[in-house]
């Protein structure tokens, strides 16, 4: 077995960033004494302007469960105070007025945001009318919508919707902010060396649509090779009082992913998602859609729908239950308008299977708990590695029970293969708390299943003593903290699981933080260039380089497989 040599360079980078860390966090803690966090206010009012007291509020954050409430006042005013930054959705109700809900709502780190609702009554499709003798020539009998006496005399009736005066709110469009954004990129699978993107779109001013667009173009590090293409429309808008409809579509074309064993074209496909979401009142809410997806390298088209319930108790607890098939398309969010943040690389995406997920959790003001339990049938699970290279490569991850046809990404030599399916069951706890304004804490646990890899010194040998399905746990940590006087935003996690482990236990988990020690870092940076500025990122996964396992393949390369390989990237965003 071939050691990988320690390198001081990753060392002497690792101690700098941890070094980094600790100061952020005791000027951080300076800070506490001043400025607020970032907070969401409003008004809510009916069609004539009127404040309305007493409507419930609910506000949920886009991939979270639960929800913080609020009760308007007097003036038909409501807050949220110490919200973390993202994206989030307003639901606003009362008695005897049609719910509104409002999505892409973006709350910017120490921003105190302002949107203001509007209820409509559940009587604008008619307006009452003085009392009149029923005439005998009338051609019909509008008994049904009329209030009578005892002597069948009507007292009060409804006009008919044709003539009724209607109040019809305002939807004007609010251009969003052009982003430029420039990256390099390091490592991983499916990143090339060098991308440019531009993001831009519009929304409605009450949030009932949403439209944007997305184009990335790729270059590789080196002077050889083609660039990557990804573009993505995503539109969502609100098709009833009680539904909203988002919809998106995405092609991308890479042609430095290539399979192992032979030459082709490079990896193409078109997705298609779709998600419904549907409000019951007060009481729940319902989301179904799916995603279409082709892939022009392996051929076919496949479709794979999801769906989730979740019903509001009483206080501010709830429960959820979530059926998924494909991990990119596990909410309504998911096929939303798309988010410059993230990233936009689709490569490679392997894991599939059946996802059931029973979920209960309590959203407070500054706390958080979540509590899951989920049953899973993969079918295909995602196993990276890199070195090693043709039919030597494609022969030694047959013989380790993984698949020959896997795809490497020529750039920098990242493999991405397939594992066998398998079944799992398990638990997840996660709880967060708001320790400090623009200061938030999580703690995760997580039990379950995942493929693990078994050591043996020497070459490769058979399969049954290399790759098994493995029982184990995970546990992480996770803290978000912001410097106002600098503008500076730092998330730091580490998700811990044994080592020997090459996936992640409870695949289809949605936080997805960087396996080990990583890192986000965002700069806002001060300049006449950009209308609304730039701000610098830097982003690491796998710091300490944990959970390598190199193997000596029989023509004496060497090939490491790893949970999470160290991946450096940084960007510069511009907004104009």
Known sequence: MVQEPVQGSGIRFAAAIVVAVLMVAVCSAAEHGSGRGSGLSGVVRDERGVPQMGALIELIGVGQSGARTAVT???????????MAGTYRLHASGEFLRPVSTRGVRVASGVQAVVNLTLGSVYDAGAWLPAERRRPDEPDDDWMWTMRSGASRPVLRVADAGTAPRVESSSQATTMPLLVAISSRSGGFGGLGMAESMTTGYRSQDGAQQVSGVAELGRPSGAEGEGSLHLQASVARQSSPWSRVSTMVGYEANPEIQPVARTSPGQRFLRIGSAETATLGDFAEFQVGGVVESDGMRGGLVSRPFGRLRVHLEGQWSVEYAAATDRSMQDASDAGAH???SSTQQAGR???????ALLLSRQGSARRLLVSYYREDLDRTPVTGSGGSGAS??????ELGLSN?????TSDGVFRAEGSGYRSQGCQVRFSQVWAPEEQIEVSFRSGSALAFTPVT???PAASTRIRVGRGVSAGVSAHSRIRRTATDLETSYQWQPQQFLTAVDAFDAVDHPMYLGFILRQ???????????????SATNLLRQGLRPLALPDQSVVTLAQELPVLQAGLGFSF
């Open 73 to 83: 006042g007097l003036d038909g005013r409501f807050s949220f105070a110490n919200l």
């Open 339 to 341: 988010d410059p943040s």
């Open 350 to 356: 392997v894991e599939h299977g059946r996802h059931d």
């Open 393 to 398: 490569l494609a022969a030694a991850l047959g």
């Open 405 to 409: 046809d896997a795809l490497v990404d």
């Open 458 to 460: 020497g070459s490769v």
């Open 524 to 538: 806002r940076v001060p300049g006449r260039l950009a209308t609304h500025g730039a701000v610098l990122s830097i």
